[in-house]
């Protein structure tokens, strides 16, 4: 036999063997070079982007497995730089990141809040135990330098001095001299507070009684005087540029709407503005990111409303006049901030394209929109500043295979494309991840719902291989087209794309009580504990994937955590022949009991009649009601400083199945850590562990 022979019997012999080795495994050669777990998660996140008084350097925290750091950039050239010198995935978060007045000083809080028992966050159950303070770092990185306790501190608009309440008191500090000092007391505390323009008076809310009311308390005269006095609740109190008015949200007694106000900074001339109309759509919108309420513009104020079933913002003038809408059309606007000159305000809208968000600049005076960025991307967190060269933003970006990065677009509004300026690893598998697609399915009683398919590449022809449904926690959440917004997300983003790697069909499943969709969506009849509504849109969507030609029927799985994970569990509960395993992250299990722990004790309605019916229908709507038809194996997992969904949820789970017998299961439980756990490494052996539990399951058929 010649050599050439030899060597191609040789080669023959060592695909055959590595096809043979695949196959065991349940995996086709094409698939078998995924990217890896930790490359994939080998991003830098970015979050919390602000930009120095005088433009010109921006800030944001960076999250690169489990390292948290300040990092800034400056003009002209942006490159990126660490500020600070975290070298360790301990858990610790950084937050309330701000420059100081003069640009060459950044505040931020390291550590997290208290739970119910004043415990702070400690995952690493570290033995010295662990703290929640305000440091202060110089822009050239200095070393940090404690300032005071972690508290959110709200800075003088000139001068280098901070303030913040606590209890009755409210309180100051010179940042250089590092002395706080009690400024001024109010009964029942301060809440919401404002400096005004010229930093001589301090605006703020005082909740009592029932009510709310306005104050202003005097630099000068070291008085406080009461701006508004009525029963009903005042909030938001915000100051014109000139400071001689405030805006406010007023939410009448006894009743379902709010109003847009003002009143002089003397205490006269109250004017409401505008009143939104009675009916379904009258309260008061949540702010999904918390970054907007009310605003005061130039000559406009800007206020969130969903009069259309939709959540948008609007502009009235000041003094009176026409409201208008900024965002008509089918879609929310999820976080905003004014333009520096105040003509104009930032969003971030899916009104462009409802599974992305895109980042316009609206005009107060006439709505007329500059596009920063549309098409397939998610973009959020603007920050604007203005220099003699034009108006500039930063922002945070990402599509389908980039993950998060801040980017900067010069001169909005002129041609030009927008700089990324955080890194993204070399590890980074940006070429190797999918594009999911959208795709719209039908419930049964009819409603349309949304969903992201993760097709995995080089499948054989005619193969039919695993699916995996996701599902979202909140329930006030969305999913999108492409690496997400909030951090918890992002990472299930980056686990879905893992799967996919692997093999798996994976639909991402935006079911009714989530955002993005409308009002009528996020409310709809018997949702969660009032009936499970919802649970028949995961039923949809395992209805779906049976029908796809790459999906085998018999080998759907589900994963999902918090509100995702109550709803894996329910398919496991109520539909094992269509659900064959669950990985199950930190889920409610009985709404009966999460209802008492969220009110802290019995459930409360008029009459003992009423809260044993809650509490039945409650129960009904929960897995627990259906442990004797749960046959599909899960994996429990949850941190036990959960502050969300008690711990208490997955042991009496766990404990139900050992009762009953027959259903495998596995337990994955990290001591000290919270619900959005905080440690990389918990991530990853989450991960892993979820990957390893598909495949034990769902990998042969």
């Known amino acids: 036999m010649s050599a050439s022979r030899s060597a191609l019997g040789y080669a023959l012999r060592t695909l055959m063997l590595s096809a043979l080795v695949l196959a065991a495994a349940g995996l086709s050669p094409a698939r078998a070079q995924d990217p890896g777990l930790d490359a994939i998660f080998s991003f830098h996140l970015p979050s919390g982007v602000v930009v120095s008084p005088e433009g010109g350097r921006i800030a944001w925290v960076g999250n690169q497995e489990g390292l948290r750091n300040v990092w800034g950039a400056e003009a002209p050239e942006w490159e990126p730089r660490r500020l600070t010198r975290y070298f360790d995935d301990d858990g610790q978060e950084l937050s309330a990141l701000q420059f100081t007045p003069d640009g060459e000083r950044l505040l931020y809080i390291r550590g997290g809040g208290t739970n119910r028992d004043g415990d702070l966050p400690n995952p690493t159950s570290d033995a010295s135990g662990v703290s929640r303070d305000l440091w202060m770092i110089t822009w050239q990185g200095s070393d940090p330098w404690r300032v005071y306790a972690g508290v959110g501190m709200t800075l003088a608009p000139h001068e280098g001095l901070a303030i913040w309440s606590s209890g009755d008191d409210v309180h100051i500090m010179d940042l250089d001299e590092l002395e706080p000092h009690r400024l001024f007391t109010v009964r029942s505390g301060a809440a919401e507070l404002q400096w005004s323009p010229d930093g001589r008076r301090i605006a703020f809310s005082s909740s009592r009684d029932g009510r709310a009311i306005l104050g202003v308390y005097e630099m000068l005269s070291g008085r406080i005087r009461w701006l508004t006095n009525t029963i009903h609740r005042d909030r938001y109190p915000r100051w014109s540029p000139d400071g001689s008015r405030l805006a406010f949200i007023r939410f009448p007694a006894g009743r379902r709407n709010y109003q847009v106000c003002t009143v002089s900074a003397a205490g006269d001339g109250e004017e409401m503005l505008w009143e939104s109309p009675e009916g379904d759509y009258a309260g008061y919108p949540r702010s999904i990111s918390g970054s907007y309420d009310l605003m005061y513009g130039a000559a406009h104020l800007v206020f969130p409303s969903e009069q ?372 990389h490494a918990s991530w990853m052996e989450v991960y892993r562990s979820a990957a390893e539990f598909f495949d034990r399951y769902l990998r042969t058929p």
């Open 308 to 679: 259309t079933g939709w959540n948008h913002l609007y502009a009235v003038p000041d003094q009176g006049g026409e409201v208008r809408d900024l965002m008509p059309g089918e879609g929310i606007v999820e976080n905003a901030v004014l333009s520096p000159d105040g003509e104009a305000v930032y969003v971030s809208t899916n009104i462009r394209g409802i599974d992305h968000r895109q980042l316009g600049r609206i005009r107060l005076a006439d709505g007329e929109a500059q596009w920063v960025e549309e098409g397939e991307v998610i973009a959020w967190s603007p920050a604007p500043w203005q220099d003699e060269e034009g108006e500039h933003v930063a922002y945070i970006r990402s599509t389908a295979r980039e993950p998060a990065r801040v980017y900067i677009q010069r001169e909005v509004g002129r041609r030009g494309d927008p700089a990324p300026v955080s890194p993204l690893p070399e590890e980074f598998p940006l070429e190797e991840l999918v594009e999911p697609e959208q795709v719209i399915f039908t419930a049964p009683d009819g409603l349309e719902i949304h969903g992201q398919l993760f097709m995995p590449s080089g499948r054989g022809r005619g193969e039919r291989v695993p699916a995996v449904i996701f599902m979202h926690g909140g329930s006030r959440r969305q999913m999108l087209l492409g690496w997400h917004n909030r951090g918890y997300y992002h990472n299930a983003y980056g686990f879905n794309q893992y799967l996919a790697s692997r093999g798996y069909v994976v639909l991402s499943v935006n079911y009714r009580s989530g955002i993005g969709y409308g009002v009528d969506f996020r409310e709809p009849e018997d949702y969660g504990w009032r009936g499970a509504s919802e649970y028949q849109d995961i039923v949809a969507a395992g209805r779906y994937l049976q029908e796809l030609e790459a999906v085998d029927p018999e080998r759907i799985g589900l994963w999902g955590g918090s509100y995702g994970g109550y709803l894996t569990a329910m398919g496991l509960a109520r539909d094992s022949y269509l659900f064959k395993a669950g990985v199950d992250l930190h889920g409610v299990h009985d709404w009966s009991d999460q209802l008492r722990w969220y009110g802290r004790g019995e459930i409360t309605a008029p009459s003992e009649a009423m809260r044993d019916s809650i509490a039945a229908l409650a129960f009904r709507s929960s897995p627990m009601a259906d442990i004797a038809t749960w046959t599909s194996p899960v994996l429990i997992v949850h941190g036990d400083d959960d502050r969300n969904v008690p711990f208490e949820a997955s042991i009496d789970l766990a404990a139900a199945l050992a009762r009953k017998g027959d259903v495998p299961f596995q337990e994955l439980y990290f001591p000290d850590e919270v619900h959005g756990f905080l440690r």
